[in-house]
């Protein structure tokens, strides 16, 4: 059963964002991740989810925005707070948003639109990974902040999946403690009776 496909994703993990550097992804290699993260179940062909690169100086931007939301919510930041704050999108070269977009639509709940967005990360993360670079994504507190997804250019009904931090890594990454998948699943034994 020798695959490279399954030894690849055997072996994924996520790299360390201070880590990621330049170069990102070519223009090019984005559109054939965007392609592949595209990919994904996607009942009623609704399309919800969208993408927004953070890249270049509007990584810098955005962080003094995020810095000053923090700083009004939480008053003054301490130096190592504000720079934390500051830094949020610029350590990465490349940062992808990925954003649930919900649909109206009477047979597709909204749960499973953004479930579909999730895949569309983790399509994306492979797609990154497989061209050769690191990946590692997080989402954040301005995830859940509607001023915190302003600044970071969703609309008020959009939702984050999560934050796509890419770039070049000189890896491999520090394997993590792993679930044993043996203790993952179970034949079906009837409903559930409590």
Do not use: C
Not at 37 to 50: I, Q, T
Not at 55 to 83: D, F, H, M
Not at 123 to 142: D, E, H, K
Not at 160 to 166: E, K, L, Q, S, Y
């Amino acid at each position: 059963m020798a695959s490279p496909i399954i030894d690849f994703l055997l072996t994924r993990n996520s790299a360390p964002i201070p880590d990621l550097k330049e170069p990102a992804p070519s223009d090019a290699e984005i559109a054939t991740m965007i392609a592949a993260a595209s990919r994904v179940p996607d009942h009623g062909r609704l399309e919800p989810w969208r993408f927004i690169l953070y890249r270049g100086e509007a990584r810098v931007e955005i962080g003094r925005k995020l810095a000053a939301l923090a700083e009004q919510r939480e008053g003054p930041l301490a130096e190592g707070r504000r720079n934390q704050e500051l830094a949020r999108f610029s350590r990465a070269p490349l940062v992808i948003g990925v954003v649930s977009v919900p649909r109206e639509n009477p047979k597709i709940p909204q749960w499973e639109m953004f479930l579909s967005g999730g895949m569309a990360a983790m399509n994306l993360v492979i797609a990154a990974n497989a061209l050769g670079y690191g990946t590692n994504m997080i989402s954040n507190w301005y995830s859940d902040v509607a001023e915190g997804r302003a600044i970071l250019g969703l609309s008020p009904q959009e939702r984050v999946v999560g934050f796509v931090h890419i770039g070049s890594y000189q890896g491999p990454a520090a394997e993590r403690p792993r679930p044993d998948p043996a203790k993952l699943y179970a034949d079906y034994t009837g409903p559930w009776a409590g």
